[in-house]
């Protein structure tokens, strides 16, 4: 049997048995395991998947078919910025809301194995700097040497200064 209580024939909270499947479900007439028809409150609570080595954790967007759903991940003061989303096309964009490729990212970005990245992009300059997070140019590439450098005027070898198409220095 079911334990449901209603306001104005709008289910609000309802047990269902072992039986009857088990469910859980609040504000909503659902088949679901554990619905929710309105928003999710937690503090200090983490959600995870199974505890098995092959347990998943699905997110779905949408029970239905729907042609512009998303994932949403809000930040600051009462989820005031969005800071990522996944659309329905698959694309993950970051400080964007309209991701146009796989990964479409506004804004610096570092990327890394230790504390100096290994690629670094300065959204400011939009310079790019390989082994530094610094670039003095365009594109850099970090090394004692300083190998390898492109600028508005050119590209330099051992050189963070071309003064031509191409300059190599010694």
Do not use: C
């Amino acid at each position: 049997g079911t334990l449901r209580f209603a306001n104005n024939n709008q289910t609000a909270l309802s047990f269902r048995n072992a039986a009857n499947s088990g469910n859980i479900n609040f504000g909503v007439n659902s088949s679901d395991h554990f619905a929710f028809g309105q928003a999710i409150q937690m503090s200090g609570y983490a959600v995870q998947g199974d505890t098995s080595a092959s347990g998943q954790l699905i997110l779905k967007s949408t029970t239905g078919s729907g042609t512009s759903d998303a994932i949403v991940f809000q930040v600051g003061n009462n989820g005031g910025r969005e800071a990522m989303r996944i659309v329905n096309s698959g694309n993950v964009g970051i400080a964007t809301t309209t991701p146009r490729d796989t990964l479409d990212v506004w804004g610096g970005a570092y990327f890394g194995t230790s504390t100096a990245p290994t690629l670094y992009v300065a959204s400011t300059t939009g310079r790019v700097g390989i082994g530094t997070t610094s670039p003095a140019t365009l594109f850099s590439v970090a090394t004692s040497s300083n190998i390898f450098n492109v600028t508005n005027s050119g590209v330099g070898i051992a050189t963070s200064s071309p003064t031509g198409l191409f300059t190599a220095g010694t």
